[in-house]
């Protein structure tokens, strides 16, 4: 017979061992008296990272799909550029496996110009991320804190990308790291200005919404807009 020290991290049927959570667990077989034991240890996919491009294909030729030898990343539908990146198309995906936190982090060539959605689905088809994204230096991150063991990313359509990271993301804050407010900010009274407010933060998942408050309602207010 076979049983396992924490059904939480690993499972066994006759041998067959499931990881089911980050940490370690003892695997027993047991044959009358007798038994065995191993430990076995389930950690993260981190601290990888994946090239999905080949610069030995021709131009706009098909990838192959594939999976990395680890099993931690796999694709399908990327197609060279002759370049050391790759591009995408409505059909192209990227699934990351993943156990607790984790740090995705995209890097390429992005052109929000063309207005191409990201979505990030997990395994029970939840969206993690949906939107038009754009980075000057080239790399988008996203945190990951949820329950699920695989991740599944795809675009709307043509997208550049290079390679994808996946770091542990234990103990990672999802902070804001600053906001700045720019308009006109002298004005006479009775008048209306427009304020903006832009905030920084190191993932694009983030939720990035601002609230507008006046120390003085007696000289200024401001409505949830910044108006």
Same mark, same amino acid.
């Given at each position: 017979? /076979? ?16 990881? +089911? ?6 695997? %027993? @077989?047991?044959? #009358?008296?007798?038994?065995? %034991? ?36 796999? $694709?399908?539908? =990327?197609?060279?550029?002759? &370049? ?10 990227? !699934? ?15 052109? #929000?110009?063309?207005?191409?959605? =990201? ?14 994204? %754009? ?7 996203? =945190?990951?804190?949820?329950? @699920? ?5 795809? /675009? ?9 990271? +996946? ?6 804050s999802d ?7 720019? #308009? %006109?900010?002298?004005?006479?009274? #009775?008048?209306?200005? &427009? ?9 694009? &998942? !983030?939720?990035?919404?601002?609230? $507008? ?5 007696t000289i ?8």
């Open positions: 017979t /076979w049983t396992t020290s924490e059904e939480n991290i690993a499972t066994v049927v006759n041998g067959d061992v499931t990881a +089911v959570g980050v940490g370690e667990a003892t695997i %027993t @077989a047991t044959a #009358g008296e007798v038994n065995a %034991t191993c430990a076995v240890t389930v950690v993260a996919y981190a601290n990888g990272t994946y090239t999905l491009s080949n610069p030995t294909i021709s131009k706009d030729t098909a990838l192959p799909d594939g999976t990395s030898s680890d099993g931690a990343v796999s $694709w399908s539908g =990327l197609y060279s550029n002759g &370049n050391d990146y790759a591009y995408t198309s409505s059909s192209s995906k990227v !699934t990351v496996q993943v156990a607790g936190p984790s740090i995705i982090t995209l890097t390429g060539c992005y052109n #929000g110009t063309n207005e191409k959605t =990201l979505t990030v689905t997990d395994s029970s088809s939840n969206t993690v991320i949906s939107g038009v994204y %754009t980075s000057s230096e080239q790399i988008l991150s996203f =945190l990951y804190s949820g329950d @699920a063991t695989t991740l599944t990313i795809a /675009w709307s359509g043509y997208a550049y990308i290079t390679a994808i990271k +996946v770091d542990d993301g234990t103990g990672v902070e804001i790291t600053d906001v700045t407010i720019s #308009g %006109t900010t002298t004005c006479t009274v #009775g008048a209306t200005i &427009n304020l903006s407010a832009t905030v920084s933060c190191s993932y694009i &998942n !983030t939720d990035t919404s601002v609230t $507008w408050s006046s120390s003085d309602e200024a207010t401001v409505d949830d807009n910044g108006v």
